[in-house]
């Protein structure tokens, strides 16, 4: 598996478990409608702890476009990078999103709300205000990317060994992303995701929806530039503290 592969299958898994939780909880007949933020917000960091695992040996599993921005502005990561981790990122998140919608096609039918509908594959502010909203994103995503500058290495050392942590190693983003959605998360709906706002949400406007409604273009730059921002902030600061 190439690094390209892994983003695209990393950022696969993170997005039809993240959109595939969204749609559970919001479209209507599902057996989980109605859940709850706890499962929506469990649901994502799931969603993130089973992408890792998968990506992370392969690629360093950044699965967002401003965790590899970030990384590349700390010096962690090449710049010549940057674009092809990006365009396999936005890869896997739009065909993840057309498959929770092929999955849930009968749910989408008989939802009638069209906002409902699109909140399966984008966010969308609970009160809009450009500021507010902007400054949610930048926050969520630079705790997401500062505290990801600080891991360690997933290890166990003994007088005589070291030994891996394994697939547990995964599991102190998973914790961060978690508890983004629990803290913060809800006034935007946390996308601190470039690839998996944007793409979903190219996806809905393509998809044969019934009553779509809008796609929200006039919001759709917010949960791009933020985590942008927020992951550039988290850089700059990371190094100002070397």
Known sequence: MTPFIAEIVGTFLLMVLGCGVNANVSLHKTYGNGSGWIVITTGWAFAVYTGVVVAGPYSGAHINPAVSIGLAVAGEFPWAEVPSYILAQFIGAMF???CVW??????F???EDGGTKRGVFCTAPAIPNTFTNLFSEVLGTFVLV???LYFTDAVLSTDDAIIGLGSLGALPVALIVWGIGLSLGGTTGYAINPARDLGPRIVHALLPL???GSNGWGYAWIPVVGPILGASIAAWIALALQ
């Open 96 to 98: 993840a999103a057309f």
């Open 146 to 148: 500062f505290s990801v």
């Open 109 to 111: 039918d008989v939802t």
């Open 102 to 107: 092929l999955v849930n096609k009968d749910h």
């Open 210 to 212: 019934k009553n779509k």
